[in-house]
């Protein structure tokens, strides 16, 4: 039988009221890198497509649908996926066939907790923080439960926010032994488990939200320096920069100091607003003349980017073959990553692996550049006047070898994104100095 703790009880009422709490499981892999962050909770389009990729996920999971062939194959967000792994999970903790899974009936049943706003206390029940859990299943009965996290953007580590969210669910079920965290990379279609006890999640959590609180805290520049508040006004990033500036001023322009430089302070926060408004921002113009005002400081702080970037990527170059040479540095260690093996004899591979055209295609990377340049114009022609898709003036420009290449490239674009097959890319723009 089920027993919810006292605690939990009375604080899930007050949690709906709540948005996110200061050091939210979420943020504990950041916090623990540097215990002054602060999340900005900045809207990006990548936030806005994680949001809507989890809610995908939570409908189907709620209606308990049965995904269709198709549906697996036109998956291009990879939820269909992480729904199919999550109900295979299930199935094999209850030794049942995934197919015979119903997760509406799950939910009904109380078994399976969807997007479930979930508390942690500290040992003497004070409040440490709230979170919203995306995924927790537990039969009731046995000693294990599983917990799901779908990650929509890039593998990295989640296991101080899963320990986060397990130890909420091992106060609210004190029965519940062990802890299987399920992390469903969607965009790689890979998944991670890591399993929990009690002491190891308190282990984890505890000295992360400690840290956090500390009146003595230290602000550290991290890989997670972009996600927060404080992002390019951060008094360690700052002072990173000028330790480097001082160091090799052979190499660097002459300019103000940016730990106390105010024009320096003025154009960052410019830069800032500016690339967060919308162009139809009734704060927008200001922004754009603030900007405009503070362009030759600007340039200064992207030169010594520029700069900096090429002499921190000549210490790192060093230090990696220094670590390769056996020398400890203290906080670094070499990965190993081996590139993927490309198949270059696609007929031959294709033939051995008896699999259809479809399996097969969905274990390629799929350039659509490459298909631009195989396909006739003719064909290209041809599908978009019959779907009715304007034609660029690109297609009257002749080159030697007739229409452009990027003329058909942009036309099959426009007929992939029309048709809705799905489509990942962005354009990637480099910033060149000029010479006077």
Same mark, same amino acid.
């Given at each position: 039988? +089920?027993? $919810? #703790?006292? !605690? !939990? &009880? $009375? +604080? $899930?009422?007050?949690?709906?009221?709540?948005?996110?709490?200061? !050091? #939210?499981?979420? #943020?504990?892999p950041m916090l623990a890198e540097c215990p002054c962050f602060s999340s900005s909770e900045k809207e990006t389009d990548y936030t806005s497509e994680g949001t809507k990729r989890h809610r995908r996920l939570q409908s189907l999971l709620e209606v308990g649908v049965r995904i269709t062939e198709e549906e697996e194959i036109d998956d291009a967000t990879g939820v269909v996926w992480a729904y199919n792994k999550i109900k295979e999970k299930i199935s094999q903790l209850l030794c049942t066939d995934a197919s015979s899974t119903d997760t509406k009936q799950l939910i009904d049943e109380k078994k399976l907790f969807v997007e479930t706003i979930v508390f942690t206390h500290d040992g003497a029940y004070n409040n440490l923080n709230f979170g919203t859990c995306d995924l927790f299943f537990w039969d009731g009965k046995s000693f294990e439960a599983i917990l799901f996290d779908l990650k929509t953007g890039q593998k990295r580590d989640a296991t101080a926010q899963m320990a986060n969210y397990a130890l909420a669910w091992f106060q609210r079920f004190p029965e519940i032994s062990v802890i299987n965290s399920v992390i469903l990379y969607s965009e790689f279609r890979e998944c991670k488990i890591i399993s929990f006890s009690k002491e190891m999640c308190e282990n984890i959590v505890f000295p992360i939200i400690a840290a956090a609180k500390s009146q003595t805290k230290k602000k550290r520049t991290n890989q997670y320096c972009d996600w927060c508040e404080f992002g390019n006004h951060c008094q360690a990033r700052l002072d990173a920069v000028d330790v480097v500036r001082f160091d090799r001023p052979d190499i660097f322009k002459d300019g103000p100091s940016f730990r106390s430089s105010e024009i320096v302070k003025r154009a960052l926060t410019a830069l800032d607003l500016f690339s967060l408004l919308p162009d139809d921002d009734q704060g927008f113009a200001e922004a754009k003349k603030e900007v405009q005002e503070c362009s030759e400081a600007i340039g200064y702080l992207l030169h010594t980017a520029k700069s &900096? &970037?090429?002499?921190l990527s000549g210490i790192e170059f060093n230090a990696k073959k220094a670590i390769k040479k056996g020398i400890t540095i203290d906080g670094f260690?070499?990965?190993?990553? =081996?590139?993927?093996?490309?198949? =270059?004899?696609?007929?031959?591979?294709?033939? /051995?692996?008896? /699999? #259809?055209s479809l399996d097969f295609l969905a274990c390629c990377d799929v350039s659509v550049s490459k298909i631009a340049e195989k396909m006739s114009e003719e064909t290209i022609y041809a599908i978009l006047k019959e779907y009715a898709l304007p034609i660029s003036d690109d297609w009257i420009k002749k080159s030697g070898d007739g229409i452009l290449k990027s003329a058909k490239q942009k036309a099959l674009e426009k007929i992939i994104e029309f048709k809705r097959f799905g489509i990942r890319g962005e354009n990637i723009l480099s910033i060149v100095e000029s010479v006077k």
């Open positions: 039988m +089920q027993k $919810t #703790s006292k !605690f !939990f &009880a $009375t +604080q $899930t009422i007050i949690g709906k009221k709540m948005r996110h709490h200061e !050091f #939210s499981p979420s #943020s504990l &900096a &970037a090429k002499y260690k070499l990965k190993n990553k =081996t590139s993927p093996l490309e198949v =270059t004899d696609i007929q031959s591979v294709f033939e /051995l692996s008896k /699999l #259809s």
